[in-house]
């Protein structure tokens, strides 16, 4: 019978997971011209209808066009025709392809924080969560950006050295577990935890919130 892993596996497990991300392909923004690791920045492709289409996933066949994950940067895209530029040939793009990005993103993310509810990597409410992070069972924690600061402080404070998501709303978070609304919900180590942390960084760059990481280790880059 197989063992099931123990806290050093899933701890090498994450390492891996977070190794890859860092050191994977990387791509050039069109816009900016910055080159960063692929998982960080927006890919679109052109549909064959001639219109520019989001590949969050990035597995759309075709090939890709990738922009910083900023609203700025995607309006700034949209208003000089840089998709055009970028893909050699006349494009259609909506004007409201930002917001609907963030649209995209905010569905994206609760998806995943909904499969890490039923997997059992998520739990919600002030007692349960405080008592995954005495425990050093979380990964990640997820606060409503619109809940009262001096409770996502105290919150923050027991969360040292964890990644710490800011950019949802407390009735959206409360949708994913059934409730009108939620303030604090935390994550458990995993592939899950690390997609939702990789798609709500992008989402900070279309609306107001924050995503903080812990700082890197010492003697890291």
């Known amino acids: 019978m197989r063992e099931a892993p123990d806290d050093t596996d899933e701890a090498r497990e994450d390492d891996g997971l977070r190794h890859e991300i860092e050191t994977g392909p ?21 549909g064959p209808d001639g219109s520019v289409v989001p590949d969050l996933s990035a597995t759309l066949p075709g090939r890709g066009i990738w922009l910083s994950p900023r609203r700025d940067v995607v309006n700034t895209a949209v208003a000089k025709r840089m998709f055009a530029r970028a893909a050699r040939r006349p494009v259609t793009v909506p004007d409201d392809l930002a917001a609907r990005i963030e649209d995209l993103l905010v569905r994206r993310c609760l998806d995943t924080l909904g499969l890490a509810r039923r997997a059992g990597q998520a739990v919600c409410g002030y007692e349960k969560v405080r008592a995954e992070l005495g425990a050093g069972r979380a990964a990640l924690l997820v606060q409503a950006r619109d809940a009262a600061e001096d409770g996502r402080a105290r919150m923050r404070a027991a969360a040292t050295g964890l990644p710490v998501i800011e950019v949802f709303d407390g009735a959206e978070l409360g949708a994913v577990f059934g409730r009108e609304a939620a303030v604090h919900v935390c994550l458990s180590p995993g592939k899950l935890a ?5 798609d709500a960084d992008r989402l900070a760059g279309f609306r107001a919130g924050n995503v903080t990481l812990p700082p890197p280790a010492v003697g890291c880059p």
């Open 26 to 46: 990387r791509r050039r923004c069109v816009a900016t011209g910055e080159v960063q690791p692929k998982d960080e920045l927006l890919r679109f492709v052109v």
């Open 194 to 198: 690390l997609r939702l942390r990789q």
